[in-house]
């Protein structure tokens, strides 16, 4: 399978959970609202939920939207450039997004995860660890870096051709 059918499963993959976990974050919060205004008896665990697929829905996006390269940005001074000159203006915003998505999101999640595993933390309402919960930033940083190098290679190939 080559490098760029496999970026398409992921991106499929990812949309596809980002689609689920949003659709399972309506059902959430609707309930949450009719059990606490129709039936007066508020859910002890939706509250919760909704903040951890939040997480969730937050890391996976900026992945995919990074995968998509539709992430924010002011591209007013790379309009005024060379096209060779805007290409490694482009390169370098890649090493600087690969290098922010190592230290932060790996480095510093994987930290976090190690620690709330081994401290045993658990969630509060429904009792899951919060090393399951805080996983997702690590493996959306490793997204993000998977994103980088495949454009890079792309930018490379491009320097390359002028």
Known sequence: ??????????????????????GLMVIN???????????????SFTDELARYMLIWIGMLGAAFVA???EHLAIDVFQEKLSVE?????QFIIRILILVFALLTMVIGGANLVYITF?????????????????????????????YQVF???KLTKRINHH
């Open 1 to 22: 399978m080559s490098i760029v059918l496999f970026r398409q499963k992921i991106d499929r993959v990812i949309s596809w959970m980002l689609i689920l976990l949003m």
């Open 29 to 43: 919060v609707s309930w949450q609202v009719a059990s606490r205004y129709l039936l007066n008896n508020p859910s």
């Open 67 to 69: 995968g998509k390269n």
């Open 85 to 89: 000159n805007r290409i490694r203006i």
């Open 118 to 146: 081994i401290l045993d933390q658990t969630s509060a309402a429904l009792r899951i660890p919060l090393a399951y919960v805080y996983g997702i930033i690590p493996a959306s940083g490793l997204l993000v870096i998977f």
């Open 151 to 153: 454009d890079m290679v």
